[in-house]
């Protein structure tokens, strides 16, 4: 592992943490955008971005454009209809898909980690509550919390549950930078979204579990099968199959 970065963290510190923790597993830290634009390390998007500018950027806020563009695209219900085909930008077809495979990946969790309590999960970039419905409530015995920033999809969340598991759901309307849940709060922490606020929830996210956890990113998936950053949403892609934890 390369050095932790030391306090206080600005974007340069930690982006380039992120980069040399990912050339030391030879994943190189590049890719394409929606227009084709290849980046070739993570300092030039984010520069491109104009959420890097110098060395001592500071971690960005709330009110910075990169969260605001993303939130302004998902509470636009041309963008983004609330319906699971909605939600996946028209590939509903590839969502049996993936719960299965998150289903499996949560199987060799717990066989890895016998001593993991399935008890509480938290749901980070919900949506309509897709993964919560056909998978958290299902693995987990308690209760999820569902995290999303768009109001309109927060009001969908409830009836798309439905009656079955709405009593064991409960659901915030706030950017993940800005949820900042208890310590110990879950077991498990789902989160489907890309790199665009890790830098500032990590740590609440790390407190907020218990024990005997787990945090699993899981971000929208490319048609292209390549990471690709939108610049309409202003977030990256994963490949399919791909989990972070």
Same mark, same amino acid.
């Given at each position: ?41 993570? &300092? *030039? ?8 500018? &110098? ?5 960005? $806020?709330? @009110?910075?454009?990169?969260?605001? +563009?993303?939130? +302004? ?9 609330? +319906? ?18 998150? $289903? *499996?990946?949560? @199987?060799?969790?717990? *066989? ?6 399935? +008890? ?22 308690? =209760? ?22 709405? @009593? ?8 993940? *930078? ?23 929830? &990590? @740590? ?24 690709? =950053? ?16």
């Amino acid at each position: 592992m390369p050095p932790r970065p030391s306090s206080p963290l600005t974007m340069h510190s930690v982006v380039s943490y992120i980069q040399r923790w990912l050339q030391i597993r030879n994943k190189l830290p590049h890719g394409v955008d929606s227009k084709n634009q290849t980046y070739q390390s993570l &300092a *030039q998007m984010w520069i491109s971005m104009k959420v890097l500018d &110098a060395t001592t950027s500071p971690i960005i $806020s709330s @009110s910075h454009p990169w969260y605001k +563009t993303g939130e +302004t695209y998902w509470e636009d219900t041309g963008n983004c209809p609330p +319906t699971i085909d909605g939600v996946l930008g028209g590939y509903a077809h590839i969502s049996p898909h993936d719960i299965s495979g998150s $289903s *499996q990946f949560l @199987s060799k969790v717990s *066989q890895l980690r016998p001593q993991m309590k399935f +008890t509480t999960a938290c749901d980070c970039g919900a949506g309509i509550g897709r993964v919560t419905r056909d998978l958290l409530l299902v693995r987990f015995s308690s =209760f999820v919390t569902l995290v999303e920033v768009s109001e309109r999809l927060c009001r969908e969340a409830v009836p798309f549950v439905g009656d079955s598991g709405s @009593s064991r759901i409960k659901v915030f309307n706030v950017g993940m *930078q800005d949820f900042l849940p208890s310590a110990g709060s879950f077991d498990c922490i789902w989160i489907q979204v890309s790199e665009r606020s890790a830098k500032k929830r &990590a @740590s609440h996210e790390v407190t907020a579990l218990t024990l005997r956890k787990i945090a699993v990113g899981c971000g929208p998936i490319d048609r292209f099968g390549s990471r690709r =950053f939108s610049c309409e949403v202003w977030e990256w892609a994963r490949k399919w199959g791909s989990h972070c934890h």
